[in-house]
């Protein structure tokens, strides 16, 4: 999802992403970084890479509580991930 959605924002400007997650039976930690053409200014791809990993470390969050299944419609997760990152907002 996280990969999905760096694509999404960056368009045709999207070069490559790295995402790395990691859970240590209590937190999940997720580091993205990404690559996109000369066009994107580096403090908007810095803000669409955070966006990405807080986008990623709730849907982690998510299926660690139960709230949604990895099997489930990836629009559906990215509904309730994108819900919980706005009331946390």
Known sequence: MVYEYLSRELGEEFVEAE????FDGNSVTVSVEAGAGALVDEDRLREIVD??????????????????????????VLREALKRIRESA
């Open 19 to 22: 995402v790395e997650v990691a």
């Open 51 to 76: 966006k990405a990993a807080e986008l990623g470390i709730t849907v982690a969050d998510l299926v660690k509580e139960g709230a949604v299944q990895p099997s489930d419609d990836r629009r559906h």
